[in-house]
C-alpha cells in the first residue's frame, strides 16, 4: 500500500472510528495495518508501485468539494497533498480555485495519470505531482495540507506538521483525526456512493497555531515608571491557560485563545482595594506578543480605565506542551 496509507483518492480504507461498530472497526483497522503497515509506522511497501496491493478507490467528488471548502483554498494558495493518487484533490483545488498544488504519490501509474490529466484540463503548470515519500517531503511551502492516511501515520506525521508549517496553515483530513490535538472545525457529509464503511465521511479542519507557550514579559506604557507584567503560557497545540502577574499580584488566566498567531488572554488582577480585568489582545510576530492591553474595572466591564500599545518578549520557552510532539 503505497506510503502505508489509505491515500488521498486511492486506498482502501475504514471511515472516521466514530461512525462504526467496535468489532468491524477492529476487524477492518487490523486487516488495514496487516496490509499497510506491517512492520512500523513509517514502513514503505517494497513491492513494485505498478502493482498496488489493495484496490483504488477514488475518493467521491462530494468529499473532494467539501475537503476544499473546509480548508478555504482560494487562489495564491500552495495546496500539498499527501498521499495523492490519481491526483483529483490539486487537480480540482487548481482548476476550480485558482491554487497552485503538489501531490506526492508512491505509485509510479498514479503519478503519471495525475499529471497526464492536470495537462489534459490545462493546469498542467499549477497542478504537479511526484514519485515522493511522504515522510521525506518538505511541508514548509504548503499553506493547505490535504490528506487521507491511516490513524497511525497521521500520528507519525504530527510532529512535523506541528512544528513546521507555517501558523495559519490549514489541515484537512479525511475520515482521520490527530488524536488529542482537537479539530478547529469538523463536518460530516453524505456519501451514498461509499463503497466501503457507513455511508458518510468526516472531514476534519486544523488551523496550526503559533508556538506561544513560555514566559513573556512588557510593561504597561513607555515611562520609566510604568507597571511591569509578566504572563507564563503553558500550550496544548491551540489550547492556551497560564497565569499573569502585574506588580507584584498574580492570577490564573480566565481567558485565553490562539488562533494562527493571534493571541487573546486576560485575568482580574485583585489589588486588595480594586479589582482590574487586564485584556491583551494582539499577535505573535518575530518573537513578541504585540497588540493591545486593556485595563477596565471588573465590576463593569464597559469602564475602561486605560489602554495601551504594548510588546512582551519572551523570557523563556521551550516545545514540552506545545502540541509539537
Not at 18 to 27: D, V
Request: glycine share 8%; hydrophobic share 40%; net charge neutral.
Amino acid at each position: 500500500m503505497s506510503e502505508g496509507r489509505v491515500g488521498s483518492e486511492t486506498r482502501l480504507s475504514a471511515s472516521s472510528p466514530r461512525a462504526f461498530e467496535p468489532l468491524w472497526m477492529a476487524a477492518v483497522t487490523w486487516a488495514l495495518l496487516s496490509i499497510a503497515v506491517p512492520a512500523s509506522v513509517n514502513a514503505q511497501t517494497d513491492a513494485a508501485p505498478s502493482s498496488p496491493q489493495v484496490p483504488y478507490v477514488p475518493t467521491p467528488w462530494v468529499v473532494v468539494s467539501a475537503m476544499l471548502e473546509l480548508g478555504q483554498v482560494k487562489n495564491g494558495d500552495f495546496l500539498l497533498d499527501l498521499g495523492s493518487g490519481d491526483g483529483r484533490v490539486v487537480i480540482e483545488a487548481a482548476r476550480t480555485r485558482g491554487a497552485r498544488g503538489l501531490g506526492v504519490e508512491l505509485d509510479a501509474d498514479l503519478v503519471k495519470l495525475s499529471n497526464d490529466e492536470a495537462k489534459r484540463l490545462g493546469v498542467g503548470s499549477s497542478a504537479r505531482f511526484l514519485r515522493q515519500d511522504l515522510f521525506e517531503t518538505d511541508f514548509t511551502q504548503a499553506t493547505v495540507i490535504t490528506m487521507y492516511l491511516l490513524p497511525q501515520v497521521n500520528m507519525a506525521l504530527r510532529p512535523r506538521l506541528a512544528s513546521e508549517l507555517r501558523p495559519g496553515t490549514r489541515i484537512v483530513s479525511h475520515d482521520f483525526g490527530l488524536g488529542d490535538w482537537r479539530p478547529d472545525a469538523q463536518v460530516k457529509i453524505p456519501v451514498p456512493e461509499k463503497s466501503y464503511g457507513p455511508p458518510h465521511s468526516t472531514i476534519f479542519l486544523w488551523v496550526v497555531p503559533a508556538f506561544v507557550a513560555g514566559a513573556w514579559e512588557g510593561s504597561l506604557g513607555d515611562s520609566a515608571k510604568a507597571p511591569s507584567f509578566q504572563v507564563e503560557l503553558r500550550q496544548q497545540f491551540q489550547q492556551l491557560s497560564g497565569t499573569l502577574r502585574v506588580g507584584n499580584r498574580s492570577a490564573k488566566l480566565d481567558q485565553a485563545t490562539l488562533a494562527a498567531d493571534r493571541v487573546m488572554f486576560s485575568a482580574i488582577i485583585d489589588s486588595g482595594r480594586e479589582r482590574f480585568r487586564h485584556a491583551f489582545t494582539g499577535r505573535s510576530v518575530g518573537g513578541e506578543l504585540v497588540g493591545a492591553w486593556t485595563v477596565s474595572d471588573a465590576r463593569t466591564a464597559e469602564s475602561v480605565a486605560a489602554t495601551y500599545e504594548t510588546r512582551a518578549r519572551r523570557s523563556e520557552g521551550r516545545r514540552e506542551g506545545s502540541g509539537s510532539n
